[in-house]
């Protein structure tokens, strides 16, 4: 792994005001809770919270008066590396952190990409030689299992227990590239439960998708709107109701990422309600954009919205999506951010299964969130702290380091005006991308000063000001008492399961050693079959289905009938027999 950079020194009397900071007078949005207080930060860390706080000397004030004091945004899916087919996104560790710093995202959790047969810890190794060199904020990482051997399985081992990764991402999706079998999904499944990891699923159908992409591109279908018809949301939410099953038939947790239908959401609601430990994850985009824009005139326009699974068509999924957000039957809400640029999506151009997938998001998901959440009266600022913070940290185990305001936490803060508006633009995004899918949507609710590890690096005098190389890595450690707490009860119940004890069989029994006559083809020939059948049983011993056991002798059902009652018939079936005939 390549040396880091080493940091400049600070003078020292410089130290005191670079690393002290009180916050007065805001009011403290957690995802529980909401007051007024001040923050005494010291060495990137909450050292006090409270009223009247008593401060060393030197600190520097910052007054937040009319402003919400919120921890940083944790954006738990993005892609600033190598990504789809090799292809590299134009927003890379630098221009990505630095453009979610601009928007209040504080961490990141960057996916790794192995291609099909590399060692997972070399990709590791080549995230974080780039990572650590270029961000600008904190990170962690998740590490996509994209082919499964016994080698594998102990990378896997070896990345949870020994470098700081507690989340493992496969594919339902992508079709002889990076999907993977259902019994493989099951043995990762059981692995990360036996190491307290989290499995994240890409849950589509990849086999009916690539047969749909086949068929309507032989019709003629080669512009972006093929990928939206392709990609069915039955496709999706299948894949989601099976991802599921195989999470409960080993007790394992399973965290669905970009969910982007309706019946996809409802199959996640419906499978919390009944009791699986399942998490969802909605996008920024899906909260604010439809997949109207696939037959956009524009090819550029069409295809800069190609992403997997695509925006639906419906414009009521993201009123849906937000209110499920709003009511816990979805608990994050991420960018995904991809980004490329307009010659790098018209690879594409002739078929759209080529057009690279992606789009931005990761400067804008706070104040989208924001804007189609607290300010459409849907969620409270708390329930915004939790989908955008709080419940990413707990469930990858970064809390209450992340995602809190307390004493002890990092000092990961945002001021927050809640009736400042803004208006998104590529033209003005801090972002390296040509495009922006939120062009022109009005969000109220902008960041005014952004405090990342106990340093300023936005505020309204001197604007955004970041450092290369100034984000660390976050090793997070397996085993969330958020996402595991139940599964361990769970086994505790299921290690008290026995088999049930009883008395020997005595009775007859075939065994493999019983003549082929005497099993007649594995039916067992009737003893009494001769006492009532006249026909005898076909060559291979079976019964002889022209045969029947109906017979007059012996006792029948009528023999004693009850003695009915006279009863007088005025229209007896027929007619009456006086009538002429």
């Known amino acids: 792994m390549a040396a880091r950079t080493p940091l400049k020194k600070v003078p020292i009397h410089l130290q005191s005001a670079q690393s002290r900071m009180l916050i007065k007078g805001g009011r403290v949005i957690n995802d529980d809770q909401s007051f007024y207080a001040d923050i005494y930060l010291e060495d990137g860390i909450i050292k006090q919270l409270g009223t009247n706080l008593v401060v060393p000397g030197g600190a520097r004030v910052i007054d937040a008066r009319g402003k919400l004091v919120i921890p940083g945004g944790i954006d738990a899916s993005t892609h600033f590396f190598r990504s789809w087919n090799n292809t590299s996104p134009v927003d890379d560790f630098y221009s990505g952190t630095k453009a979610a710093l601009a928007g209040g995202t504080t961490m990141i959790i960057d996916c790794v990409l192995p291609e099909r047969g590399q060692s997972l810890l070399e990709a590791y190794n080549q995230w974080r030689d780039v990572a650590d060199v270029k961000a600008c904020c904190d990170y962690g990482l998740h590490v996509c299992i994209t082919w499964w051997s016994d080698k594998v399985a102990e990378e896997v081992e070896i990345l949870a227990k020994e470098r700081g990764v507690n989340s493992f991402h496969v594919f339902m999706a992508y079709k002889d590239q990076y999907m993977l079998k259902d019994v493989e999904l099951h043995s990762i499944f059981k692995l990360c439960k036996q190491l307290g990891a989290i499995v994240t699923v890409h849950a589509e159908n990849g086999s009916l998708i690539a047969e749909k992409e086949k068929e309507l591109f032989e019709r003629g279908i080669t512009g972006p709107e093929g990928h939206l018809m392709s990609h069915s949301e039955e496709a999706e939410a299948e894949a989601v109701y099976r991802a599921i099953m195989l999470a409960s038939l080993t007790n394992a947790p399973v965290y669905i990422t970009k969910v982007m239908s309706r019946i996809s959401a409802d199959v996640i609601s419906e499978s919390r309600r009944a009791g699986k430990v399942v998490f969802g994850e909605a996008l920024s985009a899906a909260l604010a954009v439809d997949g109207s824009n696939y037959f956009d005139k524009s090819w550029r326009h069409a295809a800069a919205h190609v992403s997997s699974p695509p925006l639906r068509a419906d414009p009521s999924l993201a009123s849906y999506l937000t209110d499920l957000l709003a009511n816990g039957d979805l608990q994050v809400t991420s960018s995904d951010n991809c980004t490329f640029n307009a010659d790098q999506k018209a690879v594409g151009l002739g078929d759209f299964r080529k057009i690279p997938k992606g789009f931005n998001g990761v400067e804008d998901r706070m104040s989208i969130v924001w804007e189609k959440g607290v300010a459409s009266g849907k969620m409270d600022a708390c329930r915004f ?56 949507v009005v969000c109220h609710g902008v960041a ?40 361990w009860e769970r086994e505790k119940l299921h290690n008290r399961v026995q088999k049930v004890e009883r008395e020997p069989y005595v009775g007859p029994a075939l065994t493999s050693d019983t003549d082929e006559s005497e099993q007649n083809d594995g039916a067992v020939k009737d003893s009494k079959q001769d006492e009532f059948r006249c026909r005898p049983p076909t060559r291979s011993g079976g019964r002889n289905l022209q045969d029947s056991s109906f017979a007059f002798s012996g006792a029948q059902i009528d023999d004693l009938p009850p003695v009915k009652t006279s009863s007088r018939v005025i229209q007896p079936p027929g007619g009456k027999s006086s009538n002429l005939w």
């Not at 380091?401 to 590529?426: E, F, M, N, Y």
């Open 385 to 440: 702290v939790a989908v955008t913070s709080t419940l990413a940290a707990k469930i990858f185990n970064l809390y209450p380091k992340k995602g809190r305001i307390a004493v002890g936490s990092d000092a990961d803060l945002i001021l927050w005006d809640p009736v400042a508006t803004r208006t998104i633009s590529s033209s003005t995004h801090h972002q390296k991308c040509d495009f922006n899918i939120f062009e022109g």
């Open 448 to 487: 005014r000063c952004i405090i990342s590890s106990g340093c300023v690096v936005l505020d309204d005098v001197d604007g955004l000001r970041v450092a290369q190389s100034a984000g660390q890595f976050v090793a997070a450690a397996c085993s969330s008492e958020y996402v595991y707490g139940r599964v």
